[in-house]
């Protein structure tokens, strides 16, 4: 996000405060292998027992390095980009990598705080909080925080919700 | 509900008996005993339903218990309850039957279908239910969720009475906790009673006189004359595939094959003249089909339509009702306070014949397309005066009407996009197509559509840009998008609960974004396409003035 050039290609607003946990690059990252491996290995299987056509093995090629590039490069840049703020007023979150996504929730219309820890994020000490507004397109979700600090934040966020009256539609 | 639901399986029944009475015999004898039997065990089914099937409404919930093996329950909190449709077909209507739908806020993730369905309760107890549950009293008083026996001669319920509105049961039959009644849902037939209520209908209306009758006010009738709309509507050629399908499903039930109605005949005819006569001659019969097929379907759809505005007296905010329908008949319910804001919705076709359709956003009404319809297609200049009119409660004096607000153009860039957006896919198909054709000429009669479809794309293109706009008015965000179904959303400042920005690698080189209001009512979310990021933001910053002056702090503020 750079800013301050004459004509802002970036949304003008201070990025929010906080970054993820370090260690969700190694989340993102076998994530990245994860999914790599899901379309590899059917590939990899009908290669080996079958014998298959030869383009199969340039697609299968294609697909691990492409995997590997992946798992090389994209972390870092969601790191990078990746933020998340709670101030009196609002959630405030950047994500995404392409396609950057600012979301932000107004605390007084917070209905539920979630917190979900991932089999691969356990592995890590990692969890996502999520909190959801009264709408299907409001959901806020911060990935790839340490346990501790989703635990500490959503235990802040649900006392600041409670405090708010009326049913937030 | 217990005589619905086997009368249903019976109806289906009936194509099968009337072979058996023209031919004298069935010949096909497994297909009726496999008849009988599925309508042996619907009505089982049926009973065994209705004996498990309560509801009860207590101060607090709404709660609806089923199911024998698989026993439910399910609740909704009264304070969540948005709309309250009632439905009836014709079939409920021959018992005086509703099926209610209690419709609440959901939190979108949470409960995907938040609400109860009472299939089928008294249509008295249908009104009157819905007129306790969305009026909230200050203090609701426990009430009988019973039925209320209508006797079967009483006229039927007009909105302004509530015969079963009865604030407890004289008789003493509430339970001990005296918090709620429970009854059989869907009132039996004469002789059934369900034996919690007493059917002395005149001694239980008198604690009633604190429930005033409501003031109707009237904002829309039918005018025949919109007819003329009917066939520009998509849903109604999606209606007449429905027709075409019911009545080749009911000559298969009759065993007659379209060959012996000589449609084979008339096949081989047409074969044998020239080909454009062909086409023109079948292209016109299914030209009539659809029109006339989406006159009959707007009929039974609209006939008797009227929106009006009910309120109690002294209450703040009253409800809208939209009432439908000539052999089903529909009644959706709003209440005004959960309004979030309007839409108009031009389809493409629609539009070209100069007319529209006003719809409301409120929380609880689900994201189906028919969700929230104010009126049928009409002149464009009536439904947005609909759409004023089912605001104009909540912000008296807003001038001009919110979805007419002259709206802001979009920068260069959001045009630039939509043509490049539109004419790219075009030309990659064209050239797909061209390289086809060179190396299957079988397929070289493909490219030729593939040009034709760029100057459509064009047209597109340049049709969606001119759609684009957004304006801030002191009460509402107004947006329009869309080409072939352009529409105009005029949404509640005040409703606005959260905020999405989107920026794509190719927005990003246009320096534009994609700002998302995120509400509670109708899609969830309504988006302003490919504005500055400095406008968006100003956007955000004047509806919700809180967020950046401490939330979210601007680096360099900008005009709209």
Redesign the interface.
Known sequence: MQ?GSP????????PPAHRVDPRAVGWWRLRGLAGAAAVALPQLVVVIVLGGPSWLVGTLIATVVAGLAYAAVVPRILFRIHRW?I????V?TLS?W?????????IS?V??VDTEHGPLQQLLGLASVTV?????????TIRGLATADAAELARQLTETTQAAHG??? | MLVVAPARALIRLVPVLVVLLITGRSDDPIRLWISVGITALVVLAGVVRWRTTQYRITPERVELHSGWVRRQRRSVPR??IRTVDLTATPLHRLFRLNVVVVRA??????HRHGGLELDAVGAAEGDSLRAELLDRVEVAPPRVGGDAPVAPHLPAPSLASDPSDTAATPDGSAPPDGSAQTAAVGPPGPGAATGTVGTGAPAAREPVARRSAPSTVELARLHWSWVRFAPLTFSALAGVGAIAAAAFNLLNELGLSPRRIGVEAAAERLARTPLWAAIGLVGAVLLLVAVVGSVVLFVERWWGYRLTRESQDGARWGRLQVRRGLLTTRSLSVAED?I?GVAVHEPLLLRAGRGAQARVLS?GLG?DAQGGALQPPAPRAEAHRVAAAALARLHPDVRPDPTRTPLTRHPPAATRRRFTRALVPAGLLLVATVVAGEVWPALGWLWPVALFLVPLAALLALDRARALGHALSPVYLVSRLGGLSRRTVALQRS?V?????????FQ??A?V?TL?A????G???YPVLDIA??T??AL?DKV?P???S???????P?EI
Request: a positive charge.
């Open positions: 800013t004509v802002p290609t970036a949304l003008p607003l201070r703020e101030t009196d007023e609002a405030y995404g392409l396609v950057r996504e600012w979301r932000i929730a107004p219309r209905q539920t959801t507004t009264a709408s299907a397109r409001g959901p806020v049913d937030a539609t | 304070d969540r806020a959901g939190t979108g993730t949470e959960r979030r929380t994201r409703g609960i959260g905020w999405r920005v989107r920026q794509s690698p990003r080189r320096g974004v998302e995120v509400t509670a009512a899609q969830g979310g990021p400095g968006a933001v955000i919700s809180g967020l950046t401490s939330g979210v702090p601007l680096e360099e900008s």
